[in-house]
């Protein structure tokens, strides 16, 4: 009986390729944010710090790569970093809604999964709502320099 169980696990393995495990997911992920964050906060310092100011920065180049090329990769890590982040909350969202329904809220019982998505998805756009508000309120009130 045993062997007949490990053949079919192993045939519905095989069947179904093989499974990597949530923690494993969440441990390469969390990797990444780490390494990411502290590739990012080491590029805002160099961005901050190293280079001179505005203007002055033109023409200067560190390890072959100018101020612009500096803020353009930060940026590009902020965004790795953004995306990491809500990969991150994804994953965990049951535990999130969990913690906010129980601790927060104190109620017993949570929300089934397609209410717990939809409040996922709201949220979501909410963010990216707000996001898009704040940026195109900058976009329209920005002041060009006195001529």
């Not at 062997?3 to 393995?13: L, V």
């Not at 101020?67 to 965004?79: E, H, K, N």
């Not at 535990?95 to 999964?113: T, Y």
């Amino acid at each position: 009986m045993e062997s007949q169980q490990t053949s079919i696990h192993a045939e519905g393995e095989a069947a179904n390729g093989p499974r990597i495990s949530r923690t494993l997911i969440n441990f390469w992920l969390d990797t990444i944010l780490m390494l990411t964050f502290v590739a990012l906060s080491i590029t805002a310092v160099i961005v901050q710090f190293v280079f001179p100011p505005g203007v002055a920065a033109k023409g200067w180049l560190l390890w072959g790569m100018n101020y612009d090329q500096w803020c353009s990769l930060q940026f590009t890590m902020l965004c790795v970093l953004g995306l990491g982040v809500i990969v991150h909350v994804m994953l965990h969202w049951a535990w999130v809604c969990g913690v906010v329904v129980r601790k927060l809220l104190h109620r017993k019982e949570l929300p089934d999964d397609g209410i717990r998505t939809v409040y996922g998805v709201g949220l979501l756009i909410t963010l990216l709502l707000t996001a898009a508000t704040v940026i195109g309120f900058a976009m329209l009130t920005i002041q060009m320099p006195p001529q």
